[in-house]
């Protein structure tokens, strides 16, 4: 059981961890392709405000009426226009016009190409500018990326002006930080996960210790119990040979019965939950394991008023513990009797499945009203659903919430499962399902 809770808290850390760093890794990312897309969009709002060029750069914010330097444009020859006052907080420098790649495609009110500016490039054509063009206005879209290119559109006096800015640096810079910061990510979540793994014992050390003394108390406490328990059952017998029995003393050995179960049970599940509890391992005829079992309760149930069935397939072995398979057995069928409508039927059926590479034990019982939520807490210590297994009404058949408690134990000694469902349609409760790897 500690195992299990070291894992358990191992993982959902690990789960928690795996959460969180996806959220970082993914926000830092997300916020660098933000700011990149940002600063390129204001670059081309700059190039836009001066008709396709970058104005020169003034540290002051001086408006300069120098044109830029624009050599082998394919536009035809044309006075470029005063520059507007830069920007500097946009991103604008006095290296940015020599380091951003470009071209200008210019277009009529009518969305017809009138001239191409691709003298800031090398990689695009006139041609293929054209085509660039082309693209975005049949698009209707007025920002975006076209293939390398991230653009932008403009309104002039003449008609469009689109802008084409080469960002493959950008691309190269952005993939780069991703795979680094994942990089860095998966290392880190390593050496946390590595980390938690060592230091989960300490972190689980109180639970572990509750459950020790828990554990201690209640075999010190059944030990105990056992010798007053002894003295108590003697002398109703010595009262009974003084005199009659009578409806007390009967009375107080029916008690006593009751404890001394309760006792057994509690002990066997305290040795149960043991992390390597003493198993005889071998191999054994379970298909007569289970019917040896199993039979006993077949004249219990039949002054209930019930009905014991018994489906064995034959000449199945398994490899286990045999006397703990066969209090297993005792435990569910002892229990589908229980709990049974008056009048029911109890099925203990044993059978291979997935092509006999597995053996199934499942006990089942006619139940007018199944439990409800979640089932598998009924594996769980002293719990009684209330609707079936409550004694505050004064019924009976309620037990202490224990017997389906070690039968859980001893399946998971034998590294199998135990589950229960309910089938509303058959009016049955199947409280169990076994599943027995067969031994090869």
């Given at each position: 059981?500690?195992?299990?809770?070291?894992?358990?808290?191992?993982?959902?850390?690990?789960?928690?961890?795996?959460?969180?760093?996806?959220?970082?890794?993914?926000?830092?990312?997300?916020?660098?392709?933000?700011?990149?897309?940002?600063?390129?969009?204001?670059?081309?709002?700059?190039?836009?405000?001066?008709?396709?060029?970058?104005?020169?750069?003034?540290?002051?914010?001086?408006?300069?009426?120098?044109?830029?330097?624009?050599?082998?444009?394919?536009?035809?020859?044309?006075?470029?226009?005063?520059?507007?006052?830069?920007?500097?907080?946009?991103?604008?420098?006095?290296?940015?016009?020599?380091?951003?790649?470009?071209?200008?495609?210019?277009?009529?009110?009518?969305?017809?190409?009138?001239?191409?500016?691709?003298?800031?490039?090398?990689?695009?054509?006139?041609?293929?500018?054209?085509?660039?063009?082309?693209?975005?206005?049949?698009?209707?879209?007025?920002?975006?990326?076209?293939?390398?290119?991230?653009?932008?559109?403009?309104?002039?006096?003449?008609?469009?002006?689109?802008?084409?800015?080469?960002?493959?640096?950008?691309?190269?810079?952005?993939?780069?930080?991703?795979?680094?910061?994942?990089?860095?990510?998966?290392?880190?979540?390593?050496?946390?996960?590595?980390?938690?793994?060592?230091?989960?014992?300490?972190?689980?050390?109180?639970?572990?210790?509750?459950?020790?003394?828990?554990?201690?108390?209640?075999?010190?406490?059944?030990?105990?119990?056992?010798?007053?328990?002894?003295?108590?059952?003697?002398?109703?017998?010595?009262?009974?040979?003084?005199?009659?029995?009578?409806?007390?003393?009967?009375?107080?050995?029916?008690?006593?019965?009751?404890?001394?179960?309760?006792?057994?049970?509690?002990?066997?599940?305290?040795?149960?939950?043991?992390?390597?509890?003493?198993?005889?391992?071998?191999?054994?005829?379970?298909?007569?394991?289970?019917?040896?079992?199993?039979?006993?309760?077949?004249?219990?149930?039949?002054?209930?008023?019930?009905?014991?069935?018994?489906?064995?397939?034959?000449?199945?072995?398994?490899?286990?513990?045999?006397?703990?398979?066969?209090?297993?057995?005792?435990?569910?069928?002892?229990?589908?009797?229980?709990?049974?409508?008056?009048?029911?039927?109890?099925?203990?059926?044993?059978?291979?499945?997935?092509?006999?590479?597995?053996?199934?034990?499942?006990?089942?019982?006619?139940?007018?009203?199944?439990?409800?939520?979640?089932?598998?807490?009924?594996?769980?210590?002293?719990?009684?659903?209330?609707?079936?297994?409550?004694?505050?009404?004064?019924?009976?058949?309620?037990?202490?919430?224990?017997?389906?408690?070690?039968?859980?134990?001893?399946?998971?000694?034998?590294?199998?499962?135990?589950?229960?469902?309910?089938?509303?349609?058959m009016m049955t409760v199947s409280y169990t399902h076994l599943t027995l790897p067969t031994k090869a």
């Amino acid at each position: 059981m500690i195992k299990r809770l070291q894992r358990k808290f191992v993982v959902i850390a690990a789960v928690c961890l795996l959460i969180v760093e996806f959220a970082i890794i993914g926000g830092i990312n997300g916020v660098n392709i933000y700011q990149t897309n940002k600063n390129a969009d204001n670059l081309l709002n700059i190039i836009i405000e001066n008709d396709g060029r970058f104005p020169e750069f003034d540290p002051n914010g001086m408006k300069h009426d120098k044109p830029q330097d624009n050599s082998d444009s394919s536009s035809d020859s044309v006075s470029p226009p005063e520059s507007k006052k830069p920007d500097k907080h946009r991103g604008f420098n006095e290296e940015t016009k020599y380091q951003t790649r470009y071209f200008v495609v210019y277009a009529d009110s009518n969305g017809e190409i009138t001239k191409v500016d691709t003298g800031h490039v090398a990689a695009v054509s006139s041609s293929q500018a054209i085509e660039y063009g082309k693209s975005v206005l049949d698009s209707g879209k007025t920002s975006g990326t076209s293939g390398n290119y991230r653009y932008k559109t403009g309104d002039t006096d003449k008609g469009k002006i689109i802008v084409f800015m080469d960002c493959r640096s950008d691309s190269a810079t952005k993939n780069r930080f991703l795979l680094v910061s994942c990089a860095i990510g998966a290392a880190g979540y390593i050496l946390v996960c590595l980390l938690i793994i060592i230091f989960s014992k300490r972190a689980i050390r109180p639970v572990v210790e509750s459950f020790e003394k828990q554990k201690r108390f209640i075999t010190d406490a059944g030990h105990e119990i056992k010798t007053p328990l002894a003295i108590i059952s003697a002398n109703t017998e010595v009262l009974e040979m003084v005199s009659e029995p009578n409806q007390w003393t009967v009375s107080i050995k029916n008690q006593i019965t009751r404890l001394n179960g309760l006792l057994k049970e509690l002990l066997s599940l305290a040795k149960m939950e043991e992390e390597k509890p003493a198993l005889t391992m071998a191999d054994f005829n379970i298909s007569d394991a289970v019917y040896d079992a199993a039979s006993p309760f077949t004249t219990l149930a039949e002054t209930k008023g019930k009905k014991l069935t018994i489906d064995v397939a034959n000449g199945l072995t398994y490899h286990g513990d045999e006397g703990a398979i066969r209090q297993l057995v005792s435990i569910l069928t002892e229990n589908a009797v229980k709990y049974a409508d008056d009048g029911g039927e109890i099925i203990v059926k044993l059978f291979t499945s997935h092509n006999g590479k597995e053996t199934d034990l499942e006990v089942s019982n006619t139940c007018k009203e199944p439990p409800q939520g979640d089932l598998t807490k009924l594996f769980d210590r002293f719990y009684r659903d209330d609707s079936s297994r409550s004694r505050s009404k004064g019924e009976k058949k309620g037990g202490y919430g224990i017997g389906l408690s070690i039968a859980q134990a001893i399946v998971r000694s034998h590294k199998s499962k135990i589950s229960c469902k309910a089938e509303n349609s058959m009016m049955t409760v199947s409280y169990t399902h076994l599943t027995l790897p067969t031994k090869a």
